[in-house]
């Protein structure tokens, strides 16, 4: 695997796991008991950390990626061994 599609890979897996963060720790204005501006929808984040959530997309896209290339290096599960799954067909 060259160093390109490994980064692809990576970023790919990066941005799936911000969008599976972003909900996280997030609190509206109902939930911490502070006043909601003029205009303000009530589901508005009031606290919404975009470094933290960075973080965490980090951290589980390394977990995730570091699982891929494991399987990717080791053959753990291959196409070949889905049911159902013919190559070549």
């Known amino acids: 695997m ?3 599609a490994i ?11 911000a969008f599976i963060m972003l909900p996280f720790g997030i609190r509206t204005p109902d939930e911490t008991g502070e006043a909601m501006l003029k205009g303000q929808a009530d589901s508005a984040p009031n606290n919404f950390r975009p470094g933290v959530v960075a973080l965490r997309a980090t951290l589980l896209s390394a977990l995730a990626f570091g699982l891929y290339y494991a399987n990717y ?17």
């Open 2 to 4: 060259n160093l390109y």
């Open 7 to 17: 980064f692809a890979i990576y970023f790919l897996m990066w941005v799936i796991s």
């Open 73 to 89: 290096v080791q053959g753990w599960l291959t196409l070949d061994m889905l049911p159902g799954y013919r190559q070549g067909s």
